[in-house]
């Protein structure tokens, strides 16, 4: 069967699916402004940014199979680009679940589990966002490769991306600085790993956010893959069926 048709029924299924990363988005948004008006406490504008810069890598994978879809090989050229900030900035999806670190810290005016509410929502948009995109990403490189190769080029990216969410969480580098600050962000993250104790810490935590990450997207993958098998079986046995 065309692997096309595989990358077509996949973003069918998960556009319905894309809904509820807007509804949480909203409710995130909403309680943030909620949690500001009804206690007395300052509108946190780092948790709206870090959402916003969470929906960068579905937008630009969205707009990238677009393009690879109805322009073909005349538009390779601006896919690859938009692969490209994908990549650069997928780990700001994921990214979202450190937020829970914020519980930690002592607010006596808002309640814990109000703010449990609040990160629970942000964190499920950005493990959502993240799986939506690398599931799609991944049905492309299937395009191309054999089905292990890009189950191995995956895993590696995730683990890397993983790399950059502790960067970015505990030294406090972002995206940008990829772009902007090569040389400092380089020359900081070989600091740490001259250091025995921050590099274990960098390397446990890749690992375990790799496995959960992994664990979520499987999920996500058995659920889509059963429904295109079910398709694909379908139109064989009904060649006559519009595709």
């Not at 790799?210 to 058995?222: D, E």
């Not at 429904?227 to 694909?232: C, H, K, T």
Request: proline fraction near 5%.
């Amino acid at each position: 069967m065309n692997q096309h048709f595989e990358l077509i029924i996949t973003t069918g299924l998960l556009v319905p699916m894309l809904g509820s990363v807007v509804l949480f988005s909203l409710l995130t948004i909403s309680l943030l402004f909620a949690r500001a008006r009804i206690y007395p406490y300052p509108l946190y504008k780092p948790m709206l940014l870090n959402l916003f810069l969470a929906w960068i890598p579905i937008v630009c994978v969205s707009l990238a199979l677009f393009f690879f879809l109805s322009a073909g090989s005349s538009q390779l050229w601006l896919v690859i680009l938009l692969l490209c900030i994908w990549f650069v900035f997928f780990p700001n999806s994921t990214y979202l679940v450190t937020e829970f670190h914020h519980l930690k810290e002592e607010v006596n005016t808002v309640p814990f589990w109000f703010d449990t509410i609040v990160i629970l929502s942000l964190a499920l948009c950005g493990v959502l966002l993240g799986s939506f995109s690398l599931l799609l990403v991944h049905r492309m490189l299937d395009l191309y490769l054999p089905p292990a190769f890009s189950w191995l080029i995956f895993i590696v990216y995730l683990f890397l991306s993983n790399v950059g969410i502790y960067i970015g969480r505990f030294l406090r580098f972002n995206s940008w600085d990829v772009l902007i600050n090569p040389l400092g962000l380089a020359r900081h993250v070989l600091s740490v790993f001259k250091d025995r104790q921050k590099a274990r810490s960098l390397l446990l935590f890749s690992v375990l956010f790799t496995v959960f990450l992994l664990a979520f997207y499987v999920f996500l993958y058995s659920a889509v893959t059963p429904i295109i098998w079910a398709l694909e079986t379908l139109i064989r046995q009904y060649p006559s069926l519009p595709r």
